[in-house]
């Protein structure tokens, strides 16, 4: 991992690039229609971007003011290298900061271990949207 580093996204002039890893994740290999994908809530938002040494790219996430995190996406090439858990991170301490008490996520049930990893628990039933299985997931922070 110390080729990867995440920081907070400059808004918006590194829209192009939070676009372009989603794009490439949620539309492209899931299938998400992109009517769904662009919820028109981003500039509402905190997004953290995760780059290579040569400044590439290649994952995001986004905090929105209700402690909602969402649209983790990972670049196929880099996962299962600690590149969304630092992108996670990234998230909950910026709510930490902002003083929130919880972070909720709507993970994909196949992801559900990585964020039970990070320490959120699982709450409710599998649900679908976007045509793909997802269950909440809740970590308290107080």
């Known amino acids: 991992m110390s080729e990867v580093r995440v920081r907070t996204a400059r808004w918006p002039e590194e829209l192009p690039a939070i676009f372009a890893l989603r794009k490439a994740v949620f539309v492209d290999e899931q299938a998400v229609d992109p009517q769904l994908e662009w919820d028109g809530r981003d500039a509402d938002c905190t997004h953290v971007l995760a780059f290579t040494a040569d400044a590439t790219p290649i994952g995001t996430g986004r905090l929105l003011p209700d402690?909602?995190?969402?649209?983790?996406?990972?670049?196929?090439?880099?996962?299962?290298r600690g590149v969304g858990r630092a992108l996670l991170d990234a998230l909950v301490a910026e709510a930490r900061r902002c003083g929130m008490?919880?972070?909720?996520?709507?993970?994909?049930?196949?992801a559900?271990?990585?964020?039970a990893r990070a320490g959120f628990s699982a709450s409710g039933e599998?649900?679908?949207?976007?045509?793909?299985?997802?269950?909440?997931?809740?970590l308290n922070l107080a």
Do not use: K
């Not at 402690?67 to 299962?80: K, P, S, T, Y």
């Not at 008490?101 to 196949?110: A, E, K, R």
């Open 67 to 80: 402690g909602h995190i969402g649209r983790m996406a990972v670049l196929a090439d880099w996962r299962g």
């Open 101 to 110: 008490d919880c972070v909720v996520l709507n993970s994909q049930v196949h």
């Open 112 to 115: 559900e271990g990585f964020y």
């Open 126 to 138: 599998p649900f679908m949207e976007a045509g793909i299985p997802h269950r909440t997931m809740r």
